[in-house]
């Protein structure tokens, strides 16, 4: 009984992107922007249109990730954690 309420990890792909912008144009929306955006969190835009928002600890890990890369738009990543609701508790952010 014990194991049922244990939540597995699954994995998104999608694009990376600040909740300020999550509705304009991803392809084109830019690291600057997305970095410039942060107080507002981050979240994945699935190719189906849904868009899941992180969890704090979510929202740092974008962050850095942001931070330490070098391209400047199309941030398509993956993303690794368990949904709650509609929020991601995020365990791994990549930009690929």
């Known amino acids: 009984m014990l194991f ?5 990890a699954e994995t998104w792909n999608g694009t990376l ?8 144009d991803l392809a084109s929306h ?3 922007c997305a970095i410039g955006c942060a107080r507002s969190g981050y979240g994945l835009v699935l190719a189906d249109g849904k868009f ?3 969890d704090e600890a979510g929202n740092a890990k974008a962050l ?8 400047e738009k199309d941030l ?4 690794t954690g368990t949904l709650d609701g509609d929020t991601v508790q995020v365990e791994s952010v990549e930009l690929q």
């Open 4 to 8: 049922s309420s244990l939540a597995f």
């Open 17 to 24: 992107v600040d909740v300020m912008c999550k509705n304009k």
């Open 76 to 79: 398509k990543a993956k993303v």
């Open 64 to 71: 850095a990730v942001l931070k330490a890369t070098n391209k």
């Open 30 to 32: 830019t690291t600057k």
């Open 52 to 54: 899941v928002k992180f």
